[in-house]
């Protein structure tokens, strides 16, 4: 079983008007994972760093599309852009990027990373991809009035369980999601379990799903996903 040990606090649900019957639209995050995501958005998707077919213990292969692939560097288990089948149409989502560092020696031991942030209109998610160092002032305060954050949390080839969490206090995301990690299932034996970071928050929603859709439900949580892909 990988679900973390932790004991997860449910927090009540927001008292708020369906968002879809006012014309707003609704993100739905898929963690396939590691450190690929599926997002979509009305008609249109985007995925994350796909892992090469048998780069990551414990996950099956990718057989997914999407509009876009957006991947944060080009190590095999993030940059696997043929793991992911094209799909037409126009995408809706806008896109930012942050130049970071897979490291904290200015790239030395492992090159740049690049940190997206995607918005559907409504909704602002920040996919942080492999960082491995401190940000500055400036890039922090572009990563602000985030709704979701995708955050590695394992250690050794990224920030840890404690770096994450002293970034997503800086930051204040409303909804946080950890990722590249490991389990008892999953990951690399490298790297941490998720259990470090979870001990930094209260709020912790441990789902027995992959997917999150209804956003507002998990504002001002942690939310712990379970891979689509384990075996």
Same mark, same amino acid.
């Given at each position: 079983?990988?679900?973390?040990s932790v004991n997860?606090?449910?927090?009540?649900?927001v008292d708020r008007?369906?968002?879809?019957?006012?014309?707003?639209?609704?993100?739905?995050?898929?963690?396939?994972?590691?450190?690929?995501?599926?997002?979509?958005?009305?008609?249109?998707?985007?995925?994350?760093?796909?892992?090469?077919?048998?780069?990551?213990?414990?996950?099956?292969?990718?057989?997914?599309?999407?509009?876009?692939?957006?991947?944060?560097?080009?190590?095999?288990?993030?940059?696997?852009?043929?793991?992911?089948?094209?799909?037409?149409?126009?995408?809706?989502?806008?896109?930012?990027?942050?130049?970071?560092?897979?490291?904290?020696?200015?790239?030395a031991l492992r090159?740049?990373?690049?940190?997206?942030?995607?918005?559907?209109?409504?909704?602002?998610?920040?996919?942080?991809?492999?960082?491995?160092?401190?940000?500055?002032? *400036?890039? @922090?305060?572009?990563?602000?009035?985030?709704? %979701?954050? /995708?955050? &590695?949390?394992?250690?050794?080839?990224?920030?840890?369980?404690?770096?994450?969490?002293?970034?997503?206090?800086?930051?204040?995301?409303?909804?946080?999601?950890?990722?590249?990690?490991?389990?008892?299932?999953?990951?690399?034996?490298?790297?941490?379990?998720?259990?470090?970071?979870?001990?930094?928050?209260?709020?912790?929603?441990?789902?027995?799903?992959?997917?999150? *859709?209804? @956003?507002?439900?998990?504002?001002?949580?942690? %939310?712990? /996903?379970? &891979?689509?892909?384990?075996?």
């Open positions: 079983m990988f679900f973390p997860a606090v449910v927090q009540k649900s008007s369906d968002l879809n019957s006012i014309g707003v639209k609704s993100m739905k995050i898929r963690w396939l994972g590691h450190s690929c995501f599926k997002i979509t958005s009305e008609n249109s998707s985007v995925i994350f760093d796909p892992y090469e077919n048998g780069s990551v213990k414990g996950l099956k292969d990718i057989h997914d599309s999407a509009q876009l692939v957006l991947c944060s560097h080009y190590h095999h288990d993030h940059g696997a852009f043929d793991s992911v089948k094209k799909e037409e149409g126009t995408c809706c989502f806008t896109t930012e990027t942050i130049e970071t560092y897979h490291d904290d020696l200015k790239g090159g740049t990373n690049t940190i997206h942030i995607i918005s559907d209109g409504t909704y602002r998610l920040a996919h942080l991809g492999d960082l491995g160092c401190q940000l500055e002032e *400036e890039q @922090l305060q572009k990563l602000e009035n985030l709704d %979701v954050i /995708l955050i &590695p949390v394992g250690g050794y080839y990224t920030i840890d369980g404690d770096q994450a969490a002293r970034l997503i206090q800086r930051l204040h995301p409303s909804i946080v999601i950890p990722m590249h990690y490991r389990s008892d299932t999953f990951g690399f034996d490298v790297i941490s379990a998720v259990e470090p970071f979870l001990s930094h928050f209260d709020h912790v929603r441990v789902l027995d799903t992959s997917t999150l *859709e209804d @956003l507002e439900a998990y504002r001002d949580c942690t %939310v712990v /996903l379970r &891979p689509a892909l384990v075996q």
